[in-house]
């Protein structure tokens, strides 16, 4: 495979960074106003803005300075590619939860937004073989990381939903850490 330029590299970084704010943004509005409308933001949530505005910029400064330092390191340069694929499906997963299930997910993605997904990266270069250990890895934890998210929508799950944020928290860094392989 092609290597990545830099400048490509820096624009799919910015990508993931301005989704994962834009998520931050969703989940940190629920959880200091009770609601994700623009309105209740807005008008009835004044005294809660600095959080939501300091949650947001938290996740956009940590995205862009932990991007800079991928863009810039050469043992990225190899598995840049799978990484950037399974950080996007995993932020999709948790995009596409925050919309339909913000109650039950907001937590879990704050958690994942504030250092998880930076975890898996940075475990990411270690162990750089093209395995079956590793694509097993990366593809089954996607897979249990959706099963994970399909159960917040079933209702007689949701009495245990503590009890798979950390398997939540696991399969993301998993599924990041697997990405991370040589084709």
Known sequence: MDKLERSHKALLLLASVVVKTFLMAIVSSYVFCGSTNPYVFFFHCIENVPFVGGSIAAVAIIGALFGYYISKLRSFDSIFPNLMMGDFIVTAMYFGASFSATATIASKVMIWLFGVWILGMLL???NKTHTTLKKVTEYGALVALGTLLTAHFIPFLQEYQSSYTV?????????????????
């Open 167 to 183: 398997s939540m928290m696991v399969t993301s860094v998993l599924s990041l850490f697997g990405a991370g392989r040589d084709r």
């Open 124 to 126: 990411a270069p270690f």
